[in-house]
T-cell receptor
Framework: EAQVTQNPRYLITVTGKKLTVTCSQN?????MSWYRQDPGLGLRQIYY???????DKGDVPEGYKVSRKEKRNFPLILESPSPNQTSLYFC????????????FGAGTRLSVL | GQNIDQPTEMTATEGAIVQINCTYQ??????LFWYQQHAGEAPTFLSY????GLEEKGRFSSFLSRSKGYSYLLLKELQMKDSASYLCAVREKYGGATNKLIFGTGTLLAVQP
């Protein structure tokens, strides 16, 4: 089954404690992306990657890092989380060709205390 | 820059028809998507328009007018399970072959018995 898998689904942490949210896709997609979703603001792109070792900032990259060492994985790293990073996070992937529908993971609800 | 507008909330009755509008302003338009998102879940793909006109898929149809920067999603024979947020997203081409998906803030549809 084609899917985007992100873990953990729920996470409560404290300010300053480094954390990583993993994302993996099994569709051989070149493009992967991270979004955060906040009430009234919609989905905002944090970082994206066009392929292995190719990453770039989205609209709200501050406080986040990503890496793309393998095609299937695109982890989101918060080196020093702060309360304003409390949000619902989605990983997404798509092919670069044709209609390139974007597929989303189930989401990670993060609370930073 | 880009701007996507859609109503914040709508209410409709089970069995009825509802139309959700989306207007956008963007450079390098390269397609428009509609996604459905139930509360706390991942957005799922509904429809895609890149040329003017109507795309029909079962109970769901989507219309696009590129000259007016306008799209709508039409839901027929509404069911209770259609209660969800509907996201309009515009794919914007920039920097050569790079495409970016810009999301509106979503329209929360409540279907009442």
């Amino acid at each position: 089954e084609a899917q985007v898998t992100q873990n953990p689904r729920y996470l409560i942490t404290v300010t300053g404690k480094k954390l990583t949210v993993t994302c993996s896709q099994n569709m051989n997609h070149e493009y992967m992306s991270w979004y955060r979703q906040d009430p009234g603001l919609g989905l905002r792109q944090i970082y994206y990657s066009m392929n292995v070792e190719v990453t770039d900032k989205g609209d709200v990259p501050e406080g986040y890092k990503v890496s793309r060492k393998e095609k299937r994985n695109f982890p989101l790293i918060l080196e020093s989380p702060s309360p304003n990073q409390t949000s619902l996070y989605f990983c997404a992937s798509r092919a670069l060709l044709a209609k390139n529908i974007q597929y989303f993971g189930a989401g990670t609800r993060l609370s930073v205390l | 820059g880009q701007n996507i507008d859609q109503p914040t909330e709508m209410t409709a009755t089970e069995g009825a028809i509802v139309q959700i509008n989306c207007t956008y302003q963007t450079s390098g338009f390269n397609g428009l998507f509609w996604y459905q998102q139930h509360a706390g879940e991942a957005p799922t793909f509904l429809s895609y328009n890149v040329l003017d006109g109507l795309e029909e898929k079962g109970r769901f149809s989507s219309f696009l007018s590129r000259s007016k920067g306008y799209s709508y999603l039409l839901l027929k024979e509404l069911q209770m399970k259609d209660s969800a947020s509907y996201l309009c997203a515009v794919r914007e081409k920039y920097g050569g072959a790079t495409n970016k998906l810009i999301f509106g803030t979503g329209t929360l549809l409540a279907v009442q018995p």
